[in-house]
């Protein structure tokens, strides 16, 4: 069983910075996607960023403001999210995929407010 563990959320002026991470509990192969979706109040959960051995995707709302990045040593997977939007504000949610699931963390709360 992975157990993913996300911290770095918080509240931040539109226009500012906040960087979130995300621990795993095993080893995540690096060819294995992790990445992050969110879920803002009253709508679907989205993907915001996914990150595998040779490529990242991004959705096109984040793109050039938000940068997804993993560490295989340290098993886990960060995003740096900057010029942030109220339309930002959501739930953050960890995401990993193996060959036979799919995994969650918690979610961490995004605010963008001023």
């Known amino acids: 069983q992975v157990q993913l563990v996300e911290s770095g959320g918080g509240l931040v002026q539109p226009g500012g910075s906040l960087r979130l991470s995300c621990a795993a509990s095993v080893t995540i192969f690096s060819f294995y996607p992790m990445g992050w979706y969110r879920q803002a109040q009253g709508k679907q959960r989205d993907l915001v960023a996914l990150?595998?051995?040779?490529?990242?995707n991004y959705a096109d709302s984040v793109k050039g403001r938000f940068t997804i990045s993993r560490d295989n040593a340290k098993n886990t997977v960060s995003l740096q999210m900057n010029s942030l939007k109220p339309e930002d504000t959501a739930v953050y949610y960890c995401y990993v995929r193996t060959s036979t699931s799919e995994y969650w963390g918690q979610g961490i709360q995004v605010s963008v407010s001023s």
């Open positions: 990150i595998g051995r040779l490529n990242t």
